[in-house]
């Protein structure tokens, strides 16, 4: 069988990622190979990540233990009914997820893997888990759900995993009953065990003092008020106060069994207190991180005696299109396989939802390598004044030409598809409709227009998969806030979807960097730098992202603030 393209290249070019999603072409080949990988796989033992999704799958070879370095494994949607005992020898593993397979039990040496974070079992036929699973001490997250189990996995309220399991997703299985011991999870936060068969509910999950998001829909509880609560979507602090009181009351073994440990968090919050537990709690929310944002300073990172990046607002802009934000996102590897591609539908997909098609705000993104001084202007003049380069054009033309034009344009596929609504850049002309002032970004350098919001960039600053470094602005008309939370949800989802920085050896200042080649590091972290927005006397404005910014729900997400 002859070796696939992208494990050549991955081998040719010492990658430290291998993400390879199914097609026809692949399926055809996986059925030549008797349903198992090339063997050529398990030779890239410098694979950090290692991604098999959708391909046919049906056995993985003994031989996934020489990928010593692997963090993350996932092997979703495939035919997979058994793993190796060997997988459990790779002690790095961090991210296991086996969705969509076909898996009727585990290795039961997987408590070696004491270095899981996260491993997602969901959509197989799986009825019981191996008694070495309690050994899983670092596991924060667990997703079980869709399969065949008709009890509580007991496991998970003993030994050690017992201690970090933040996370846990039970629902669609066949499940009759919650032991009065599931209190043991004390830092349960999220707990989704519905489409099950429980009849009734332990008074032990009202013990669980972190339980913060439960959802107990269809069941067949017993209790009617109590299935009235949760189906009417009561608040969870009504149903979990309702289970403590009126659930199952816990039977005296369990309370025997459980004294020593229920002392810990005996019905009241104050015991939390106690540095052991707090020492665990601290600990468990670190174990959650899976990305860092970087949020380096003005001016830090820069050309040593180099200004910060500034933005400088006319009292024009003010009148016309008020609110502009930014920020310098630094060494991204958008050459990585799709990535280029995920990072342009990532820009349009929020300009659809959070940007409420651009009515709330707009997204551009420039080259910085086409932004040579740290200045940009940001404007408004009548339309006919100014001329830009738009993206995809060859040609300058002023603003209102280019509306102008568009608009025929528009007219035309009206006329020519008999239809009402037009789509892409068209369905935001009528944005601009009737403006005396049209706002736009200028280059200080030479006054090249780069940017036209809500319409289009320049093309002389759009950015290509070879783009390391740009420069994202969001500008709107509703309010500053709105701006923020467009940029804040645009690095979230970017840290999100693995948009991560990989900055050359030499500008690796801080302690997170290790002394690795460019080939060898492997990151989880997004360089993001401050841009200061300023009026035309150097009065400031607004400093994005400022210490009251990024404020993320999601405790995946680390910020750092660094000098």
Known sequence: ???????????????????????????????????????????????????????????????????????????????????????????????????????????????????????????????????????????????????????????????????????????????????????????????DISNNQLKELTQGLGKCLKLKQTNFKKNPLKDRRLKKLIDQDGSQKSILDYIRTKGRKISATSQANGQKESSLVKGSRKKLKSQKLISAIEDEEKALVKHTIDVLRLGSGETPGSKPFRVIMSEEAKQCRPYIVGCVVRHLRLDRGDNFKRFISLQTKLHDEICEKRTVATIATHDMKALPNSVVHYDAQDATTFKIRPLGRKTDMTAMELYEKLCKEAEHMRKEKKRSQVSGIYKYLSLLKNKENFAFVRRDSDGCVISLP????????????????????????????????????????????????????????????????????????????????????GQIRVVYPSRTDLTLESKEIKIERVA
């Open 1 to 191: 069988m002859a070796t696939w393209p992208e494990i050549e290249r991955a081998k040719v070019e010492k990658r430290r990622e291998l993400v390879v999603r199914g097609n026809e072409e692949l399926k055809k080949k996986m059925l030549e190979n008797d349903g198992e990988l090339p063997s050529e796989v398990f030779n890239l033992t410098l694979l950090n990540f290692l991604e098999f999704n959708d391909i046919g799958l049906e056995s993985l070879s003994e031989k996934i233990a020489n990928l010593t370095n692997l963090t993350q494994l996932l092997l979703r949607q495939n035919q997979l009914c058994h793993l190796p005992k060997s997988i459990c020898q790779v002690k790095c593993l961090k991210i296991l997820d086996f969705f969509g397979n076909c898996l009727t039990e585990l290795p039961e040496n997987v408590g070696d893997l004491t270095n899981l974070h996260t491993l997602n079992l969901s959509n197989n036929q799986l009825e019981c888990l191996p008694d070495s699973f309690s050994s899983l001490n670092s596991l924060a997250v667990l997703d079980i759900s869709q399969n065949k189990f008709k009890a509580f996995p007991k496991c998970l309220y003993e030994g050690t995993v017992c201690d970090r399991l933040a996370e846990l997703y039970v629902s669609h299985n066949e499940i009759e009953d919650v032991d009065d011991c599931v209190d043991k999870i004390v830092l349960l936060k999220i707990l």
């Open 454 to 537: 809500p319409l289009t960039n320049c093309d002389v600053t759009k950015i290509s998969s070879t783009t390391a470094d740009l420069f994202i602005e969001v500008t709107g008309t509703k309010s500053l806030d709105s701006c923020k939370r467009v940029l804040d949800g645009l690095l979230q989802k970017m840290v999100e979807l693995r948009f991560y920085s990989y900055p050359p050896k030499e500008e690796r200042e801080h302690d997170f960097y290790d002394d690795s080649s460019d080939e060898d590091i492997i990151s989880t972290r997004l360089v993001v730098q401050q841009v200061r927005v300023e009026d035309d006397q």
